[in-house]
């Protein structure tokens, strides 16, 4: 199959570029199990566990992949530096403990999506396991193609189940639990996007002085959109140059690709205001606009009872254009995820809204612009300003939750061998150690470990917000959407031609979520194992008002008073 064969090529890749940096690749057997554990205990340190028990896990991987010796496995994971690390040297520890052949995969998120989604809607044996985002548990859970890891490790995976696993170690375990509480997938990697600023900047006593003239408050943390917007046009506008270069107040990107449409369905209506209050998302109304009536999704439409175009969905992309075409980098309209994530560590960008902490790896390394000469960040990031429409009790932003998911239909000796793995990668023996990696923490225990309060510093405030109750506002998209893979590319179709002019605002909205609307009649046509689709009747705007949910009608002041606090106050405070 194409899959296997770019796998394949895949494995030479790693395996050469190994031999190259001269890692060794001990043959399975040649060495004593004492020998490879004493290695992985030195590699992958430190860790939150005893010295004896690591060891004792590690032996306990060892014993229990005995039976799957010799085979080989291939899964698929987005490229992330914790997944290259994954790739790099957790596959290959993990062969040379258990003789289990590994061929890590990684490749763009909407290339893991559409790959898992083949092997779903086919049957067809692609990959023994994915790494794959939380938002899809929706379509997962109704679909019920994709393994019930907690029948899983009760049933026919339990003597492949770690016994020191502790699911509940898993801060985003809530993320990847279905309706009726059972865990679909194992998270593996987390990271929320959140509000990124040059705090030497704003700490400087003449920027303080020259905006307190011109705004009549603090510069500081924004708390809602009405100071975020008064920072950008403060910089753009007014500062202009620092240090003889010209700054900017606002970075983002709007390049029409897939990762347009992460820039939206991640939360960013709900970061406005769009949908109901409700953790870990809206009820009835969630973050994408779309109502759920019970377990059932009965439309993204106002004139279903939705809010994906609603007034509160047409400010938040009024405002991600406004603010896309006065106060970013001119060229920032042509750049996608990728490119644009690097561009605040150039050291012109004063502020943005919208930032994955998966960047600070690349945004902490020593040298750059934004990094002092001891190591320290010059930045800071702080939970995320919300909009003139939010309402205290919603959701404040996302968190992607990457988490390994099994698929029905793979062969029972490849999936209990890809469990392994998958167990072995965010274990505690290897936990912390990626974590210090890849900066996406996945357990409770790393996150309140020395090494994490040791790293803090050169963090830029990673660390501080993962241990703040702020942390619980920021969640990935839930079990509301029916069909993550087909619905996802609404957002960058519809969206993009809007900020490219081609269409009004309201008018892309509309047709956005009409054509929602249009997938969900088609899986209640179709039917869904488990909660599909019951579309509510077309009603007028005005009947959905007077129910006192979302969808809510225009504001009459879409700019109220601006608000800022100190970073200090921004962790502490959990509305």
């Known amino acids: 199959m194409p899959s296997r064969l770019k796998n ?4 030479t890749w790693i395996v050469s570029v190994s031999l190259l940096l001269g890692l060794s690749f001990p043959a399975h057997g040649q060495v004593t199990t004492a020998e490879v554990v004493a290695r992985l205990q030195k590699e992958f340190s430190p860790t939150t566990l005893s010295s004896e028990s ?69 049957g067809l044996h692609l990959y023994d396991a994915y790494v794959n985002d939380s938002d899809l548990i929706g379509w997962h859970y109704r679909t019920q193609k994709i393994v019930n890891l907690t029948d899983y490790m009760a049933g026919e995976g339990k003597a492949v189940t770690l016994p020191t696993l502790d699911v509940d170690d898993f ?16 998270p593996d990697q987390q990271f929320a996007n959140l509000y990124w600023y040059r705090k030497d900047w704003f700490d400087r006593p003449d920027l303080q002085k020259r905006f307190k003239d011109i705004y009549g408050y603090k510069l500081d943390v924004p708390v809602n959109w009405s100071a975020y917007e008064d920072i950008a046009e403060f910089f753009t ?37 769009a ?28 004139e279903r009872g939705g809010d994906m175009n609603g007034a509160a969905a047409a400010y938040s992309v009024n405002k991600y254009i406004e603010w896309l075409d006065k106060y970013a980098p001119p060229e920032a309209k042509q750049m996608d995820f990728g490119t644009a994530g690097s561009v605040p560590s150039q050291g012109q960008i004063a502020q943005q809204i919208f930032w994955y902490l998966a960047f600070t790896a690349s945004m902490s390394k020593p040298g750059l612009p934004v990094t002092n000469a001891d190591g320290t960040p010059k930045w800071r990031v702080a939970p995320s300003p919300h909009g003139a429409y939010w309402r205290v009790g919603m959701k404040l932003g996302y968190q992607d939750a990457g988490s390994w998911t099994l698929v029905k239909g793979t062969p029972p000796n490849n999936m209990k061998a890809a469990w392994l793995y998958a167990q072995f990668a965010v274990s505690k023996s290897v936990s912390l150690k990626k974590t210090l990696v890849g900066l996406t923490p996945i357990r ?40 993550y893979p087909n619905m ?26 009409q054509q929602a609307d249009d997938i969900m009649a088609g899986l209640q046509k179709k039917g869904m194992a488990k909660c599909a689709p ?5 009603q007028p705007a005005s009947y959905w008002y007077a129910k006192g949910t979302a969808p809510y009608p225009k504001l009459d002041n879409e700019k109220p008073q601006a608000e800022t606090w100190s970073y200090e106050d921004s962790l502490k405070h959990s509305w």
Not at 277 to 290: A, F, R, Y
Not at 451 to 480: C, H, I, Q
Not at 534 to 538: C, G, I, V, Y
């Open 8 to 11: 394949t090529r895949n494995a």
């Open 54 to 122: 690591q060891k004792k896990e590690l032996e306990w991987f060892a014993a229990a992949a005995k039976p799957f010796s010799g085979m080989k496995i291939f899964v698929v994971s987005e490229t992330l530096d914790t997944h290259k690390y994954e790739s790099d040297v957790i596959a290959k520890a993990f062969t040379e403990l258990t003789g289990i052949q590994v061929v890590h995969e990684v490749t763009g998120e909407d290339d893991v999506v559409k790959k898992i989604e083949t092997q779903v809607r086919t």
């Open 171 to 186: 801060i985003g375990k809530s993320f990847t639990t279905g309706p009726d509480g059972k865990l679909y997938q194992l």
């Open 237 to 273: 506008v007014h500062v202009k140059e620092i240090d003889g270069k010209k700054v900017y107040g606002h970075m983002d990107y709007g390049r029409k690709d897939p990762s347009l449409g992460w820039r939206f369905s991640d939360a960013w209506l709900s970061m406005a205001g």
């Open 275 to 302: 949908g109901d209050k409700g953790l870990p998302t809206g009820k009835p109304v969630d973050d994408w606009g779309i109502r759920v009536e019970g377990c059932n999704p009965v439309g993204a439409s106002v």
């Open 444 to 483: 409770a225990s790393d996150l309140a470990s020395k090494a994490m309060t040791d790293a803090a510093p050169k963090l830029g405030g990673l660390v501080e917000f993962y241990r703040s109750s702020a942390r619980k506002l920021w969640t990935p998209t839930f079990t509301n959407v029916p069909d």
């Open 488 to 513: 996802a590319p609404l957002w960058w179709t519809n969206i993009g031609a809007a900020i490219r002019g081609e269409v009004p605002v309201q008018k892309a909205l509309d047709a956005m979520a």
């Open 534 to 538: 019951k579309l509510n009747k077309k």
